[in-house]
């Protein structure tokens, strides 16, 4: 006789905060998980990239190389590279171990904003305020992009690659997801300026933050608005949003210093964090836990679920 399953338990959400790392590089730009969660990238204004164990609270190496400062940044598959990118309108492949740039990408006309990899890491997808995607081929010595996606009326604010497609959210106020298996785009009209788009894990919908201090959940398929959030302030800056890691909830930072989580099929506002009286620039949730990295000032914070434990003086620090 087979045995029910147990219940899963009711997901959690981040509520304390275990650790505040000071990252000593300026201004943090952007905070992003790395793909199994272990590790960290802090983007900084002194044109620094660092990678840290947020979960000890250890920086492990710092990466020079750009000229201004650091916007956004990417870990591959198998933690062997890094992508990132800058005011200084570059794309930068780096190889983790030795912390050198295996490869500079010139081409946007502006400042770029977003880089991630896809998934076997041999393509970086950028977005500049030129107002164009463009794709690098990792394993080519080609200087040109392979290609270029033009299709955005104004900056191209945030970008991310699912194994087939690329979500593009612009100040134009449209969000863009370029099909590559069946070589369509589609495109839905938000109407505010985007300043960051996501997949839920599902891979079903698109969330959008623009700024009209709203977010907007979107049927992938369809464009059939399914949700919109509101009670954060999102008026002047790229800020971004998350889904937590079992789609349960949407997460936005805010200008007004706090972060805040909607009850994703309800809509209503389910808790809000006190992270500073800045404002909260960049967020990265875990890709499995109940745990985010938040960015205000110079400084990141991790906070983890209520139940969590820290081990030894993390909860001082």
């Not at 997801?177 to 919908?205: E, H, M, N, W």
């Not at 809509?267 to 620039?281: D, F, H, I, W």
């Amino acid at each position: 006789m087979a045995f029910p399953r147990p219940r899963p338990a009711r997901p959690e959400l981040p509520r304390q905060r275990v650790r505040t790392l000071e990252c000593g590089q300026g201004a943090v730009r952007a905070v992003r998980f790395n793909v199994d969660g272990n590790y960290c990238l802090t983007c900084g204004s002194d044109k620094s990239l660092k990678l840290w164990n947020p979960h000890k609270g250890t920086a492990l190496r710092t990466y020079q190389g750009h000229g201004y400062e650091v916007l956004d940044a990417a870990g591959s598959f198998d933690n062997s590279q890094l992508c990132s990118c800058g005011a200084d309108k570059t794309v930068a492949l780096w190889d983790v171990a030795t912390g050198q740039v295996v490869r500079k990408y010139r081409g946007h006309a502006g400042k770029v904003n977003c880089v991630q990899f896809n998934e076997e890491a041999t393509i970086i997808v950028s977005g500049s305020i030129d107002s164009t995607v463009r794709c690098w081929d990792c394993r080519s010595r080609r200087p040109d992009p392979v290609q270029v996606l033009d299709e955005a009326k104004d900056g191209v604010s945030s970008v991310k690659v699912s194994d087939h497609e690329i979500l593009s959210g612009s100040v134009d106020g449209r969000v863009r997801r370029y099909d590559l298996r069946a070589g369509q785009l589609y495109s839905d009209y938000v109407g505010s300026p985007i300043t960051s788009v996501c997949f839920s894990k599902d891979g079903q919908c698109t969330l959008a933050a623009s700024l009209d201090s709203t977010l907007r959940l979107l049927d992938k398929e369809t464009g059939e608005l399914l949700g919109e959030y509101t009670g954060h302030r999102s008026t002047a800056y790229r800020l971004d949003c998350v889904l937590s890691e079992q789609d349960t909830h949407v997460g936005s930072a805010s200008e007004d210093g706090n972060i805040y989580f909607w009850d994703l099929v309800e809509g209503s506002l389910a808790l809000s964090l006190a992270v500073g009286r800045g404002v909260v620039q960049s967020l990265s949730f875990h890709p499995t836990l109940p745990c985010l990295l938040a960015a205000t000032e110079g400084r990141v914070q991790l906070w983890r679920e209520e139940t969590f434990q820290p081990e030894g003086d993390a909860a001082t620090t």
